[in-house]
């Protein structure tokens, strides 16, 4: 049962281009949502995040939108940068609970 | 500089063999996981430990063993119990027990590949 879903394998978007990624869960308990940054073989680093109490966060190029009726987020880069090629995980966690739910993550492509 | 120290970076094994990844902490976190990285299956989380000499299973448990006998310490074995080994491996930790923040450092990963 995947309680966070990234429907998008991969995105492609043109380096100064608005770069948007999705992310739906099913749990309504989730209360807290992050995004997180993979290169290949290295460790996720935390990129933003949102509380439920807010719907909207921006840290720089990075905005987070929380739909929390249609269970959604996504997360805005703009403008879109080549080092911004990367593997985003979205995750969740609800309160009380010590664990993060995953997404499957998503693939961003910039082209130059 | 403070950080979260994973080794090997890569690691092979042969069928049968237990193997133990080692992850080792500097940050002074109370709190360290485990996770498993599959292509198109995100990360799963496999044990985790939020003080010294306790832990929990996570999602994936089954095949994997963990130890938490320092706080800066939190080894994974991989039995040969686990029918799939072959994976990127992910240690994490975070400041304090019960994730009020929600952010996780991770380390750099082990990738163990089954021979």
């Known amino acids: 049962d995947q309680q966070v879903k990234q429907n998008s394998p991969s995105l492609s978007v043109q380096e100064g281009r608005i770069s948007i990624l999705n992310c739906d869960y099913t749990?309504?308990?989730?209360?807290?949502f992050l995004w997180y940054k993979k290169y290949p073989a290295e460790g996720p680093t935390f990129l933003i995040s949102?509380?439920?109490?807010?719907d909207k966060n921006e840290d720089g190029r990075f905005t987070v939108f929380l739909n929390k009726s249609a269970k959604h987020l996504s997360l805005h880069i703009v403008p879109s940068q080549p080092g911004d090629s990367a593997v985003y995980f979205c995750?969740?966690?609800?309160?009380?609970?010590?664990?993060?739910?995953f997404g499957t993550g998503t693939r961003l492509t910039i082209i130059p | 500089d403070g950080g979260i120290t994973q080794s090997p970076k890569y690691l092979f094994r042969k069928e049968g063999q237990n193997v133990t990844l080692s992850c080792e902490q500097n940050?002074?976190?109370?709190?360290m996981y485990w996770y498993r990285q599959d292509p198109g299956q995100g990360l799963r989380l496999i044990y985790y430990?939020?003080?010294?000499?306790?832990?929990q299973k996570g999602d994936i448990a089954e095949g994997y063993s963990v130890s938490r006998e320092k706080k800066e310490s939190f080894p994974l074995t991989v039995t040969s119990a686990q029918k799939n080994p072959t994976a990127f491996y992910l240690c994490?930790?975070?400041?304090?027990?019960?994730?009020?923040?929600?952010?996780?450092?991770f380390g750099e990963g082990s990738r163990l590949t089954v021979l």
């Open positions: 994490a930790s975070t400041p304090f027990a019960g994730l009020t923040t929600g952010e996780l450092f």
């Open positions: 749990n309504s308990m989730f209360d807290y």
């Open positions: 949102i509380s439920s109490i807010k």
């Open positions: 995750a969740a966690s609800a309160q009380g609970n010590e664990k993060l739910t």
């Open positions: 940050l002074n976190h109370d709190a």
């Open positions: 430990s939020q003080i010294v000499n306790d832990f």
